[in-house]
């Protein structure tokens, strides 16, 4: 993301939801590695991976499992991640 660009909120499908931003993106061997910030405390970021085929599907967003709520041990539960946000 570009200095003076509008971050864009993620949020975790679950109630109430957990809100994410998307930190670095690098291109990595099969996908690119994505650095999830998390909005609300005491979260710390984490990389998720996401592969070249998963962002060559006909859909909009690539859903990724909610690491609070799997680390909380509550459902696994997911972050929606707009395509557009992805690309390195």
């Given at each position: 993301?570009?200095?003076?660009?509008?971050?864009?909120?993620?949020?975790?499908?679950?109630?109430?939801?957990?809100?994410?931003?998307?930190?670095?993106?690098?291109?990595?061997?099969?996908?690119?590695?994505?650095?999830?910030?998390?909005?609300?405390?005491?979260?710390?970021?984490?990389?998720?991976?996401?592969?070249?085929?998963?962002?060559?599907?006909?859909y909009d967003d690539?859903?990724?499992?909610?690491?609070?709520?799997?680390?909380?041990?509550?459902?696994e539960t997911a972050?929606p991640i707009p395509?557009?946000?992805?690309?390195?």
């Open positions: 993301m570009a200095d003076g660009d509008a971050a864009t909120v993620l949020a975790c499908t679950n109630e109430p939801p957990h809100r994410f931003e998307v930190g670095n993106r690098v291109g990595v061997a099969g996908g690119v590695l994505v650095t999830l910030k998390p909005l609300d405390p005491p979260y710390p970021s984490r990389d998720v991976f996401v592969t070249n085929r998963e962002l060559k599907m006909g690539v859903y990724k499992a909610c690491f609070v709520c799997v680390d909380g041990g509550r459902k972050i395509k557009a946000e992805i690309a390195v």
